[in-house]
């Protein structure tokens, strides 16, 4: 049967990809200790839990309104308004079967075909995927190693075409940790400013940021901005409910207008109890991020001393999410393999540690490793990794 053109060309997730080789060594009983995951290691809250079954027990259990009940888009509001000091109306919120939903949603509505957008690489491996099946194109532009893997307001502009409809920024990122500071916000915002383009801007790590750097939205710096700019973010990482699917988007009613319609034709509306359980997150005097700050703080530490002490890799220490991306395209040569893939995939046979090649996301000489996993696993992964470049040397 002949596939539509569209889901042709679609790159399977890299992520996805290493979890399931992981996966099949693991059941043929190889001990594997996997660095691939993108998901909080902990227990959604208890009290979270709790929030949901009674919403089950109350009959909460019939559609909603597409855009989300209205309590939860308050309590969204409330958020935006007290973390990011942003004032939306709710009109101006959705909420969706995920953030990924919502950022797929939203290039739904605004590409049209050979609309460009400029995704910074390393990227988020599903905003390519995405603006593709927006029927739009992905215009890559690397951040250098040396500035954090950030790009500058010149490299911003340079990319601008008169076919460039939005820019895509991710801080605190996935898959480098990096985070923009505020200078540099003003000034991409400018460049943004200047040439009326829409950013997009995916806050979904924003609470989970290890310094003393303080988040910042872009939207907040001013109103223009803020009426150029969707909010996208959503409980899946700051409250460990990756399996709930809940996020959201908030930005210029239009907008939000046009993504609930498409919502109301394609999902219906994000599930009714995962919908309660959020609207218990957000408005709990707990704070679950403390806990897990620590815990990421205190394994980023380990795994990134370890991680250094190894010839041939060197890394620049992130500043948030739960991922360190060093560059290991030396330890590669060193150990005689044409390609960081290929060095990742032995290491993956021989000493069963699975980690992430740095080509899914756009920087083809680094690895994503995860430290959403036990210290003692870190530990012992950084050994085998050790050893791994000391035998091929
Ligand atoms: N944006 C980034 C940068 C992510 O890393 C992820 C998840 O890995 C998402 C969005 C999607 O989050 P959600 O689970 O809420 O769909």
Redesign the pocket.
Known sequence: MELASRVKSLTPSSTLAISAKAKELKKEGHDVIGLGV??PDFNTPQYILNAAMKAMEEGMTKYTPSGGIVELKQAIIDKLKDDNNLDYKENEIIVT???????YTLFQVILNKGDEVIVPAPY?V?YPEQIKLAEGEPVFVKGSETNDFKITPQQLEEAITKNTKAFIL?SP??PTGMMYSKDELIKLGEVCQKYNIIIVS?E??EKLIYTEDAHVSIAELSDTLKAQTIV?N????SHAM?GW???YAAGPEAIIKAMTNHVSHATSNPTSIAQYAALRAYNANEDPTIEMRKIFSERLDTLYELMTNIPGISCEKPKG?FYLFPNVSEAAKMNGFNSVDDWAKALLEEEKVALVPGSGFGSPENVRLSYAVSKENLVEAAQRIKRFVEKHQ
Not at 97 to 103: Q, R
Not at 234 to 237: A, T
Request: aromatic share 8%; no cysteine.
């Open positions: 993108g998901e079967t995920g953030a990924k939903h919502a950022l988020w599903s991710n990122s996935n995916d979904i790590y996208i959503g409980v899946s990482k990756t699917r809940i996020g999410a």
